[in-house]
Structures are given as C-alpha cells and as structure tokens.
C-alpha cells in the first residue's frame, strides 16, 4: 500500500481551497499529488464538498465565469494577493471590475483607445407631421 496523502488533516484543508482560493477539483488534486478520482471518492466519503460555494449542481451560477491563466500569471497573481491579504479570487474579481467599471481596458493593455462607434440611428431632425382636417 502506497503512503496515504488524502489524511485527516488534508481533507480538512479542501473546503477552504474550494471556498476562498476558488479551487477546482482537478487543481486541488494536482496540487495535493494525487488522482482526481482518488479525490472525488474520498471528499464524498468524508461528506466534504467540491463545489464551489452557491453553485447548482457544481455549475457556477450565471454572473460567475471560469477564467484559466498560464501558470506564471497565476503565481504573480498570487504572490500579489498573499502580499495584500486576499484569496487569488477576490483579487482577480476586484481588478477586473475596477477595469470594467473605471473603463480602463486600453489603459491596463497599454493600447491606443479604440474609436467609438457612431450610434445606428442617427439624428435627421424633426419628422414632418401629417396635416389633419379638423371639422
């Protein structure tokens, strides 16, 4: 028998990653060094979940996305957010709303500003009236 990796202690450790750190099963099984399908017998087993919290059927619901970085974007990401007291997640939501809010794209890109489109009705001016009879 194999050393055992899935311990007590571990599993303890599954819910936060899921909960705060937005983990995935398949993320959390790579960083732990075992198989997925290892993980997904002995989370259920310990009655441990790994959907993310608010989640239907481990569907995130419909203002909530996946975004996948490479693995170096996702390390500066979390050195950043370990220097600052905040999940990879939270850090991730905030600067990309402030982007969205502020309308920062070209800004954070570093691109010149895209041109604004003409609106698709334009203004021609009064439309004539009809003349009426009045009697």
Same mark, same amino acid.
């Given at each position: 028998?194999?050393?055992?990796?899935?311990?007590?202690?571990?599993?303890?450790?599954?819910?936060?990653? &899921? *909960? #705060?750190?937005?983990?995935?099963?398949?993320?959390?099984?790579?960083?732990?060094?075992?198989?997925?399908?290892? !993980?997904?017998?002995?989370? +259920?087993? %310990?009655?441990?979940?790994?959907?993310?919290p608010? +989640?239907?059927?481990?569907?995130?619901?419909?203002?909530?996305?996946?975004?996948?970085? +490479?693995?170096?974007? !996702? =390390?500066?990401?979390?050195?950043r957010? %370990?220097?600052?007291?905040? +999940?990879?997640?939270?850090? *991730?939501?905030?600067?990309?709303?402030?982007? %969205?809010?502020?309308?920062?794209?070209?800004?954070?890109?570093?691109?010149?500003? %895209?041109?604004?489109?003409?609106?698709? &009705? #334009?203004?021609?001016?009064? !439309?004539?009236?009809?003349?009426? =009879?009045?009697?």
């Amino acid at each position: 028998m194999g050393r055992r990796i899935l311990t007590k202690a571990v599993l303890a450790t599954i819910p936060e990653m &899921v *909960a #705060q750190g937005g983990m995935r099963a398949d993320d959390i099984a790579e960083k732990l060094g075992c198989n997925i399908g290892t !993980l997904k017998v002995r989370c +259920s087993q %310990a009655k441990i979940s790994l959907r993310p919290p608010g +989640s239907r059927r481990g569907r995130p619901r419909t203002d909530e996305r996946t975004i996948r970085l +490479s693995g170096d974007a !996702l =390390a500066l990401l979390q050195r950043r957010a %370990a220097a600052i007291g905040k +999940s990879e997640a939270a850090l *991730a939501r905030e600067l990309l709303e402030t982007i %969205a809010r502020d309308d920062l794209y070209d800004a954070v890109l570093d691109i010149e500003p %895209a041109p604004m489109k003409k609106p698709a &009705v #334009q203004n021609v001016g009064p !439309l004539p009236m009809k003349k009426r =009879a009045f009697g």
